[in-house]
């Protein structure tokens, strides 16, 4: 990636990672392109549970007790 490229946004790859698995699921794809497909699909759902990660960890950092005070906790679903 050059610099004047930029990573998509979770947004983007999670909708891009939508379209790929309806495309797959029509049924209607090639193989070859079909095997593209999923190779892409697994590469932006990897980049997605990433980004949730590193979400997750920044939710367990920046959580404030009744004080005020910033303390480690853990991520609640």
Excluded at 33 to 56: N, P, V, W
């Amino acid at each position: 990636m050059s610099k004047k490229e930029t990573k998509p946004s979770f947004e983007q790859s999670l909708g891009k990672l939508e379209k790929i698995v309806d495309a797959l699921e029509q049924g209607d794809v090639p193989l070859e392109e079909s095997l593209k497909l999923y190779e892409e699909g697994i590469q932006l759902s990897k980049e997605c549970m990433e980004t949730l990660g590193k979400a997750e960890v920044r939710i367990k950092q920046l959580t404030k007790d009744l004080n005020g005070k910033l303390h480690l906790t853990d991520f609640e679903e």
